[in-house]
């Protein structure tokens, strides 16, 4: 058993190398629609997905970190970004400076709890 990239699963998904059993996300992959999701199997409230962002240093300047996420903001939304991410299972979302430091907030309390709960160590 493994959690895997949506990418390289769906490779060896397509090769009848292995079997998905579900999807970690919230809700259905569009590339498996198959494939319910782990709540839908039973297991509530686990969700785990990839995500991706732009950081800056400290200090950089709050009207250049708007510009580069409303530039990122607009490519994203543009077809030919959001179909090339796509293919790699990777949805396009953006959001705002703030959205996302309180996203990674939230990412960082939930993911820190569940490594205290379980008494992980860095080796």
């Known amino acids: 058993m493994m959690f895997s990239d949506a990418l390289p699963a769906v490779q060896g998904m397509k090769?009848?190398?292995?079997?998905a059993l579900a999807v970690t996300s919230e809700k259905r992959w569009p590339?498996?629609?198959e494939l319910p999701t782990l709540a839908e199997?039973?297991?509530?409230g686990f969700a785990a997905v990839n995500w991706w962002?732009?950081?800056?240093p400290a200090g950089v300047p709050g009207p250049i970190?708007?510009?580069?996420?409303?530039?990122?903001?607009?490519?994203?939304?543009?077809?030919?970004v959001?179909?090339?991410?796509?293919?790699?299972?990777?949805?396009a979302i953006s959001s705002t400076p703030e959205q996302f430091g309180a996203f990674m907030a939230s990412e960082t309390t939930r993911w820190g709890k569940?490594?205290?709960e379980a008494g992980l160590k860095v080796e």
């Open 82 to 91: 959001k179909s090339a991410l796509a293919v790699l299972g990777v949805e």
């Open 114 to 116: 569940l490594i205290k």
């Open 53 to 56: 962002g732009i950081l800056f």
């Open 15 to 19: 090769t009848g190398k292995i079997r």
């Open 41 to 44: 199997e039973g297991v509530r």
């Open 65 to 80: 970190i708007d510009k580069v996420a409303a530039d990122l903001g607009k490519a994203l939304a543009t077809p030919a």
């Open 31 to 33: 590339h498996t629609p």
